[in-house]
């Protein structure tokens, strides 16, 4: 089983920046692929950025250019650079994992607030 930490959130000002953690309690090479999901108020939970485990990323149209996902294998960490945040980026963020080609961990999330 895969347990997965997440951290960084907090209150930032429009253009800010933050940074997400997500600590896996395994091997991260071992991981098949790993997202940063995000579920704002009032609406669906969304996938934001995937990195794989041959490090292809892929990204939201709504955040490329401004947030950026990577990983720190002797960390076992991974992470989500956001910059020139908005206040529609205001939601709880959530780190998922895929292992064993189908099995699935989540994170207990952490909250972003974009707020002037």
């Known amino acids: 089983q895969v347990h997965l930490v997440e951290s960084g959130g907090g209150l930032v000002q429009p253009g800010g920046s933050l940074r997400l953690s997500c600590v896996v309690s395994?091997?991260?090479?071992?991981?098949?692929?790993m997202d940063w999901y995000r579920q704002g108020p009032g609406k669906e939970r969304e996938l934001v950025a995937t990195i794989t485990s041959t490090g292809f990323t892929n990204y939201a149209d709504s955040v490329k250019g401004r947030f950026t996902i990577s990983r720190d294998n002797a960390k076992n960490t991974m992470y989500l650079q956001m910059n020139s945040l908005k206040l529609e980026d205001t939601a709880v963020y959530y780190c998922h994992a895929i292992y064993w080609n189908t099995a699935q961990a989540w994170g207990q999330g952490t909250q972003v607030t974009i707020s002037s």
């Open positions: 395994r091997m991260i090479e071992s991981m098949n692929s």
